[in-house]
């Protein structure tokens, strides 16, 4: 059986957003799960790359880009198994980044699974303090959705309305993660996620046990500095019974850098 024909298609696109992206983009069935997720969530994978010394940007967040080209491009390869790629405020802010497929290569390898040629793009900002003018709007090649709670105000709400295919409420002050992830899954028919970050939207991943894989680059460099941030950032868990506990399913060692990834073990309740 073809990978397409498991997967259930795109429901009808909301108006809104078929009026940005283009028919082709959004008729196409969202399929090739290659670890489909039987639940009503989204297989959700974190990929970062870190330095030897755990930091994912300096300490002024000036570089946070540091991996090889060989780590660039297996962020592509990533990206080109999954519906959709998700990333925080600030990631979106700092760094002159589109979220995109990448080249030509990159969208044939999406066809031959059945996926749309871009995926979808999730940015989340629970403040709605999101930059209007970041790289990530200036390009208009796939839906993007930002996560939001009632914090945000009016005025800027309507910006983002403005700006993005969807503006989705998920919560009074909080994010409800869970819950974001399943409208994602069930309005936009996100059935494998990326999150690349940063550290704080990571941290609530984890702490709401919403991730399945961590894909990890350990690139040759130390950055040291207190406030440079790690992988995982918000206010964290104080007990190591509370830790997220992980599975190394694969290490190896390309250019120098050490690409890792991780299942992280579910604990029965
Ligand atoms: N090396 C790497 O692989 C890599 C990857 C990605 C990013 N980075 C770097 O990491 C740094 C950014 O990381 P960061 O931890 O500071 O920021 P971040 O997670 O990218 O963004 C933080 C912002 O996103 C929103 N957000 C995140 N989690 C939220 C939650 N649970 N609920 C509501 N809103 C939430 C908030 O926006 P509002 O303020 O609007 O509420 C928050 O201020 C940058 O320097 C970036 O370049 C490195």
Not at 15 to 32: C, E, F, M, T, W
Not at 149 to 155: C, H, I, M, N, S
Not at 189 to 214: H, Q, S, T
């Amino acid at each position: 059986m073809s990978l397409k024909s498991k997967v259930p298609g795109l429901k009808s696109p909301p108006a809104k957003r078929a009026a940005k992206v283009s028919q082709r983009q959004v008729r196409r069935p969202l399929a090739s799960r290659l670890q489909p997720s039987d639940s009503d969530l989204p297989f959700v994978l974190v990929n970062m790359a870190m330095t030897a010394d755990g930091k994912i940007a300096t300490g002024n967040r000036a570089v946070a880009s540091f991996g090889s080209a060989r780590d660039h491009e297996q962020l592509l390869e990533l990206r080109a198994t999954a519906d959709a790629v998700m990333a925080g405020a600030r990631t979106v802010d700092t760094a002159k980044i589109n979220l995109g497929p990448g080249g030509a290569k990159f969208r044939r390898r999406r066809r031959q699974r059945g996926l749309v040629e871009s995926n979808v793009r999730v940015l989340v900002s629970g403040g709605g303090s999101i930059n209007p003018a970041a790289e990530v709007f200036q390009h208009r090649f796939s839906p993007i959705i930002i996560l939001t709670t009632q914090r945000t105000p009016a005025t800027k709400l309507r910006q983002l309305r403005a700006l993005a295919d969807e503006v989705k409420i998920c919560g009074a002050t909080e994010i409800n993660f869970r819950a974001a992830l399943r409208w994602l899954r069930a309005r936009w028919g996100i059935a494998r996620l990326i999150c690349e970050g940063g550290g704080e939207l990571n941290a609530a991943l984890f702490r709401a046990g919403l991730v399945d894989e961590l894909h990890l680059t350990v690139c040759p460099k130390v950055f040291g500095g207190r406030t440079a941030p790690t992988i995982a950032e918000g206010i964290g868990r104080l007990q190591l019974a509370n830790a997220a506990s992980l599975k190394m399913t694969s290490v190896r060692r390309r250019a120098g850098e050490i690409f890792l990834v991780f299942e992280v073990i579910r604990i029965a309740v």
